[in-house]
């Protein structure tokens, strides 16, 4: 056999044998994060609070206590997390948000969220209504073009 088809199977042997890996890997991340959201929904709550604060943060400068801060694996811990920083009865805390909902969470109003531990699961406006974020301005080419298929049919008219 030639030296490249050598090459080329034991390439495609360790490639397969990755994907396997990877396979059961992710099978097995999956069932754990199941377990985990089965769980969050089983201890969630409903709380008042007000949103003084929400950010992006690293985990070391959230302001999260130190026992969470370890308790993170190491590659996480350079990694930002959406922070909320609220005011729940008498007693200022830092909480961890969801990625879905953190921009939906107004700041410097009263909401009632479903807490589960430190973590915000979701949020409902509790005097007036959550402001989702206005959809970004399009530029000037992008606007232009949308006038453009607007009055040759292409796209329907607003």
Excluded: W
């Amino acid at each position: 056999m030639n030296t490249s088809t050598i090459v080329l199977i034991s390439i495609l042997v360790v490639m397969v044998i990755v994907l396997i890996v990877l396979y059961f890997l992710g099978r097995r991340a999956q069932k754990r994060q199941a377990e985990q959201q089965e769980m969050m929904e089983a201890n969630k709550q409903t709380v008042s609070m007000l949103i003084i604060d929400k950010k992006r943060l690293r985990i070391k400068d959230s302001g999260l206590p130190q026992m969470v801060i370890d308790q993170t694996p190491k590659y996480l811990r350079r990694s930002k997390l959406p922070i909320v920083k609220c005011k729940v009865g008498p007693q200022m805390m830092t909480l961890v948000c969801d990625e879905k909902i953190f921009d939906s969470i107004p700041v410097k109003k009263e909401v009632k969220a479903t807490v589960s531990g430190m973590y915000i699961l979701g949020v409902k406006g509790l005097h007036g209504t959550t402001q989702a974020k206005e959809a970004p301005k399009k530029g000037f080419f992008k606007s232009l073009i949308e006038r453009a298929q607007e009055k040759a049919g292409a796209k329907p008219i607003k």
